[in-house]
């Protein structure tokens, strides 16, 4: 395999390497394998369509025209009219990087042979991904059954030569851009719309692209968490690994294990008297309880999501082993609607508790600090209104982390009478990670603001790896300047590729 090659067989992808394959700018080539499957499935179709079988989406009308009988002249025009009518999508469009992965899922999930397309159609669909076009998406519209069925459309679209498309970052016709790339538009034949739309490829690249930025928000969280706890004064106890082995969460343990490396040698704590303060508030004290707790969601849910992106997931499924066709309901995308709640709700927690320490650092009465961490109070109103911030992106976190997967809609005459809703949870959740990136920017901001009152005392060894990475971009405010440029600025200092590794290179794994 060449360095920027990626061998795809439909069972190979993780949250890691499908962000790697996407970020780095991987190619995909398909695994000899793989494609004997697709042959020997497609062999089956062509057999099928010969007889004039009467197969569900091959040669009949789709959702409640199930019954309605399609002549083989007329088989491929009805892929066609299939994409184009089902492309029915509105509001904002879905991030580049997420189209990307809903791209690279489907590819994954027809390499495994038991969708009845032509592996012509399969390798024009990794051409055109390694192309490194970008099919125009809207985000609303799927109701998360029966797949993501509208925005999985679009994306077919672009590949026949429809619709818009980003090329280099600019927007262009599809027709356009597959010329620009050498391509030529695809020309659907039998089960290859339905095989292209019905999936659930659209939640779960959402759920692929966030819960990847949550495994990070959980090590950030721990660091910033640490950095408030030595800004304020407070005490190391409650992370102790007796109290931990009480009651073994794996989450719990090591957050807190995190802490202690974080924490270790810290001249700050060294120099106060312990016995002052017999313990601290929930927001400090119980991090390992709440931050593990988070933790153990993401790593849970990380799992089931995984089992997702290396599954078929359309409609009717074809088994060359048995000559089988067979109609089912992997399309259903309950068990990505129940994670992306689930996700939702942790990430709302863990911004949170980061919110509540925010609010205590700020509050001079509780830190021990200047108030709103500024000495020149009054004239200037210091860190004030960014704890207000912090304040509004967690209550409205409150909002997105309302299930949507407790709702159901009826669809299609009410043939389909149960969906998922999982495209909408799985939105709520990439929503809720945006946010809580501000919310853990704003903690840092406000705890190294802290630690520089206690100069020149330093913190834990990894507390202090951060603050000094922190201080080469971000410095102390003294004076009023505009907060946001300084939450902007604060929250690209950590979500820069080198600042978890610069940390974890003293505290270890965290």
Same mark, same amino acid.
């Given at each position: 395999?060449?360095?920027?090659?990626?061998?795809?067989?439909?069972?190979?992808?993780?949250?890691?390497?499908?962000?790697?394959?996407?970020?780095?700018?991987?190619?995909?080539?398909?695994?000899? &394998?793989?494609?004997?499957?697709?042959?020997?499935?497609?062999?089956?179709?062509?057999?099928?369509?010969?007889?004039?079988?009467?197969?569900?989406?091959?040669?009949?009308?789709?959702? %409640?025209?199930?019954?309605?009988?399609?002549?083989?002249?007329?088989?491929?025009?009805?892929?066609?009219?299939?994409?184009?009518?089902?492309?029915?999508?509105?509001?904002?469009?879905?991030?580049?990087?997420?189209?990307?992965?809903?791209?690279?899922?489907?590819? $994954?999930?027809?390499?495994? *042979?038991?969708?009845?397309?032509?592996?012509?159609?399969?390798?024009?669909?990794?051409?055109?991904?390694?192309?490194?076009?970008?099919?125009?998406?809207?985000?609303?519209?799927?109701?998360?059954?029966?797949?993501?069925?509208?925005?999985?459309?679009?994306?077919?679209?672009?590949?026949?030569?429809?619709?818009?498309?980003?090329?280099?970052? +600019?927007?262009?016709?599809?027709?356009?851009?597959?010329?620009?790339?050498?391509?030529? !538009? #695809?020309?659907?034949?039998?089960?290859?719309?339905?095989?292209?739309?019905?999936?659930?490829?659209?939640?779960?690249?959402?759920?692929?692209?966030?819960?990847? =930025?949550?495994?990070?928000?959980?090590?950030?969280? =721990?660091?910033?968490?640490? @950095?408030?706890? =030595?800004? @304020?004064?407070?005490?190391?106890?409650?992370?102790?690994?007796?109290?931990? %082995?009480?009651?073994?969460?794996?989450?719990?343990?090591?957050?807190?294990?995190?802490?202690? &490396?974080?924490?270790?040698?810290?001249?700050?704590?060294?120099?106060?008297?312990?016995?002052?303060?017999?313990?601290?508030?929930?927001?400090?004290?119980? @991090?390992?309880?709440?931050?593990?707790?988070? +933790?153990?969601?993401?790593?849970?849910?990380?799992?089931?999501?995984?089992?997702?992106?290396?599954?078929?997931?359309?409609?009717?499924?074809?088994?060359?082993?048995?000559?089988?066709?067979?109609? *089912?309901?992997?399309?259903?995308?309950?068990?990505?609607?129940?994670?992306?709640?689930?996700?939702?709700?942790?990430?709302? %927690?863990? *911004?949170?508790?980061?919110?509540?320490?925010?609010?205590?650092?700020?509050?001079?009465?509780?830190?021990?600090?200047?108030?709103?961490?500024?000495?020149?109070?009054?004239?200037?109103? *210091?860190?004030?209104?960014?704890?207000?911030?912090?304040?509004?992106? #967690?209550?409205?976190?409150?909002?997105?982390?309302?299930?949507?997967?407790?709702?159901?809609?009826?669809?299609?005459? $009410?043939?389909? =009478?149960?969906?998922?809703?999982g495209s909408i949870g799985a939105r709520k959740f990439f929503n809720v990670t945006?946010?809580?990136?501000?919310?853990?920017?704003?903690?840092?901001?406000?705890?190294?603001?802290?630690?520089?009152?206690?100069?020149?005392?330093?913190?834990?060894?990894?507390?202090?790896?951060?603050?000094?990475?922190?201080?080469?971009?971000?410095?102390?405010?003294?004076?009023?300047?505009?907060?946001?440029?300084?939450? %902007?600025?604060?929250?690209?200092?950590?979500?820069?590729?080198?600042?978890? !590794?610069?940390?974890?290179?003293?505290?270890?794994?965290?």
């Open positions: 395999m060449a360095k920027n090659e990626y061998i795809i067989d439909g069972s190979n992808l993780t949250v890691e390497n499908s962000i790697s394959i996407i970020r780095q700018g991987l190619k995909l080539k398909l695994h000899p &394998a793989s494609a004997k499957k697709v042959n020997a499935s497609r062999k089956l179709v062509e057999e099928w369509i010969a007889k004039d079988e009467v197969i569900y989406g091959i040669t009949t009308g789709f959702g %409640e025209f199930k019954n309605v009988k399609i002549s083989v002249k007329d088989i491929n025009i009805l892929q066609h009219n299939l994409v184009k009518s089902h492309s029915a999508g509105v509001g904002n469009l879905i991030p580049d990087d997420v189209v990307r992965l809903m791209i690279l899922f489907r590819i $994954n999930s027809l390499a495994k *042979g038991f969708s009845g397309v032509r592996l012509e159609l399969l390798e024009s669909l990794i051409k055109f991904f390694n192309s490194g076009l970008i099919p125009l998406i809207p985000s609303q519209g799927s109701v998360g059954s029966s797949g993501d069925l509208s925005p999985l459309s679009q994306l077919a679209l672009a590949l026949i030569g429809e619709g818009k498309c980003k090329l280099n970052g +600019r927007v262009i016709s599809s027709s356009a851009a597959l010329k620009k790339c050498g391509l030529k !538009p #695809v020309q659907l034949s039998a089960k290859e719309g339905l095989a292209l739309i019905n999936g659930t490829q659209m939640m779960t690249a959402y759920v692929c692209k966030s819960i990847y =930025d949550a495994i990070n928000l959980c090590k950030l969280a =721990d660091i910033s968490g640490a @950095m408030s706890l =030595d800004a @304020m004064r407070g005490i190391e106890n409650a992370f102790d690994k007796k109290i931990h %082995e009480m009651r073994p969460h794996a989450g719990q343990t090591k957050c807190a294990s995190n802490l202690r &490396a974080l924490l270790k040698n810290s001249e700050i704590m060294k120099s106060h008297d312990h016995k002052v303060k017999i313990q601290d508030a929930y927001s400090l004290r119980c @991090m390992p309880q709440v931050h593990g707790a988070v +933790r153990d969601t993401v790593n849970y849910c990380k799992g089931i999501l995984e089992t997702e992106i290396n599954s078929v997931t359309d409609n009717p499924l074809i088994f060359p082993e048995t000559g089988e066709y067979i109609s *089912g309901g992997n399309f259903h995308g309950e068990p990505v609607a129940f994670i992306a709640d689930f996700l939702a709700i942790a990430i709302s %927690e863990l *911004g949170s508790i980061c919110e509540r320490r925010t609010a205590r650092i700020v509050d001079g009465s509780l830190s021990g600090l200047p108030r709103f961490l500024t000495d020149k109070g009054g004239l200037h109103s *210091g860190l004030m209104i960014a704890q207000y911030t912090s304040a509004a992106l #967690v209550s409205e976190n409150k909002v997105l982390s309302h299930p949507a997967s407790v709702d159901s809609i009826p669809t299609s005459a $009410n043939q389909e =009478d149960h969906n998922s809703m945006e946010n809580v990136k501000n919310v853990i920017a704003i903690e840092f901001l406000c705890a190294a603001q802290g630690l520089d009152f206690h100069l020149p005392m330093k913190s834990g060894a990894g507390v202090n790896a951060a603050y000094q990475l922190i201080r080469k971009k971000s410095k102390h405010i003294s004076n009023d300047g505009i907060l946001n440029l300084e939450i %902007e600025n604060m929250k690209s200092i950590i979500l820069d590729n080198n600042f978890l !590794p610069a940390v974890e290179k003293v505290t270890g794994k965290l």
